[in-house]
């Protein structure tokens, strides 16, 4: 398959294939003119991959799941930890996201939202308790 097959197939754009062979997290053969020459495996990896990548795992801990899914004597302990430790992650980024949405919402209840140059969100913005005129 070429990169365009392939592209298709894995649902990634070409770039990001493109990306993942610098980087080595995929490594194609070339055919006698050059061209990246995908097999089946190849389409596997990048499949694996971008499910990794829409859970929100990062490139380096998708070098290691894919290390630990092709390592036939692998603990499962060691991919549940990696998980463990990706999930306490998001949830971290829930608890800012929601204290954000709480503190915005309610900067946003305090401002009038009239003609009147008073913004308690610009006000908080600023820092210094008074809106910049």
């Known amino acids: 398959m070429n990169i365009g097959d392939v592209a298709t197939r894995s649902g990634l754009p070409a770039k990001t294939i493109r990306y993942y062979e610098d980087i080595g997290l995929i490594r194609p053969g070339r055919s006698a003119n050059g061209y990246r020459c995908f097999e089946e495996r190849d389409l596997h990896k990048l499949a694996f991959l971008g499910r990794a990548r829409a859970?929100?795992?990062?490139?380096?801990?998708?070098?290691?799941?894919?290390?630990?899914?092709?390592?036939?004597?692998?603990?499962?302990?060691?991919?549940?930890?990696?998980?463990?430790?990706?999930?306490?992650?998001?949830?971290?980024?829930?608890?800012?996201?929601?204290?954000?949405?709480?503190?915005?919402?309610?900067?946003?209840?305090c401002c009038a939202g009239d003609n009147r140059p008073d913004c308690p969100i610009l006000r908080d913005l600023s820092g210094d308790g008074e809106a910049p005129l």
């Not at 036939?72 to 992650?89: F, I």
């Open 55 to 109: 859970l929100g795992f990062s490139i380096e801990d998708c070098r290691m799941l894919l290390g630990l899914y092709e390592d036939d004597s692998r603990a499962s302990a060691d991919v549940k930890q990696l998980a463990l430790t990706h999930l306490t992650k998001i949830e971290a980024k829930i608890a800012d996201l929601q204290a954000m949405r709480e503190t915005l919402s309610e900067l946003i209840t």
